[in-house]
C-alpha cells in the first residue's frame, strides 16, 4: 500500500538557519504531495502541494518539489522563524484517494 | 478560508462510558468528512470516511460499533466512542473537504481522550 517516510526528529534550529526536512513516498501511479502544518493547538493546514512531477510546491516561503525519480518532496525554507516552530506533516493521496500521512517532524526554533 | 471546528478539544471519562465528539464546517458543505486517530509519535490514521446521508466506510481494523459516525448534515459529522476502555484513549482528528477542491481537507484541531 501506500506509504510516507519522514525524517526522524525533532529539529532544532537557530532562527534564520536553512531548513531541510526530508520526505520520501512509496505509491502506485502518480500520487498528489502535499506538506500540512499544525502550529501548537491548533489543526492541520496545508501548507504547499504538488500534483504533478517536477511540480514545485510554495507556500509562506517553504518550498518542495515533486522528484518522482527519486520518489521525494522535502522541505525546504531558506530562513526560518521562531513563528515556524510547529509540526510538518509529509502526505500523499493516492490511487485510492485517501491521504496517507508520514508520521510527522516537531521543529522547534530557537530566537 | 475554510475553518473546522471540533469539539470538544478535550475529554476526560470513565471507563465503560460513551464519549461523542462532534466535527463541524464553519463556513463551507461538507458532503465528505474524515476521522483520524493519531497515537503518540506515529501518524495520523485513517478510521473512516463520513458522507452525509449514508452510512460511514470504515477502514479495516476499525470496529464499526465501537465508533459510531453520524453524518447528519452537509455541516456536521459527530463521532461516538461506545463503551470507552483505556485503549481508547487517543487523539482524533477529523477533517472535510470542500465540494471544489476534492483533494483538499481541511482539519479539525483534535480532541484529546482519555479513558480512566
Known amino acids: 500500500g501506500d506509504s510516507v517516510t519522514q525524517m526522524e526528529g525533532p529539529v532544532t534550529l537557530s532562527e534564520e538557519a536553512f531548513l531541510t526536512i526530508n520526505c520520501t513516498y512509496t505509491a502506485t501511479g502518480y500520487p498528489s504531495l502535499f506538506w500540512y502544518v499544525q502550529y501548537p493547538g491548533e489543526g492541520l493546514q496545508l501548507l504547499l502541494k504538488?500534483?504533478?512531477?517536477?511540480d514545485k510546491g510554495s507556500n509562506k516561503g517553504f518550498e518542495a518539489t515533486y522528484r518522482k525519480e527519486t520518489t521525494s518532496f522535502h522541505l525546504e525554507k531558506g530562513s526560518v522563524q521562531v513563528s515556524d516552530s510547529a509540526v510538518y506533516f509529509c502526505a500523499l493521496i493516492g490511487a485510492n484517494s485517501k491521504l496517507t500521512f508520514g508520521k510527522g517532524i516537531t521543529l522547534s526554533v530557537r530566537p | 478560508g475554510a475553518v473546522v471546528s471540533q469539539h470538544p478539544s478535550r475529554v476526560i471519562c470513565k471507563s465503560g462510558t460513551s464519549v461523542k465528539i462532534e466535527c463541524r464546517s464553519l463556513?463551507?458543505?461538507?458532503?465528505?468528512m474524515f476521522w483520524y486517530r493519531q497515537f503518540p509519535k506515529q501518524s495520523l490514521m485513517l478510521m473512516a470516511t463520513?458522507?452525509?446521508?449514508?452510512?460511514?466506510?470504515?477502514e479495516q481494523g476499525v470496529e464499526k460499533d465501537k465508533f459510531l459516525i453520524n453524518h447528519a448534515s452537509l455541516t456536521l459529522s459527530t463521532l461516538t466512542v461506545t463503551s470507552a476502555h483505556p485503549e481508547d484513549s487517543s487523539f482524533y482528528i477529523c477533517s472535510a473537504v470542500r465540494g471544489e477542491g476534492k483533494n483538499i481537507q481541511y482539519f479539525g484541531a483534535g480532541t484529546r481522550l482519555s479513558v480512566l
Open positions: 463520513s458522507n452525509e446521508g449514508s452510512k460511514a466506510t470504515y
Open positions: 504538488a500534483t504533478k512531477a517536477d
Open positions: 463556513d463551507f458543505q461538507a458532503t465528505t
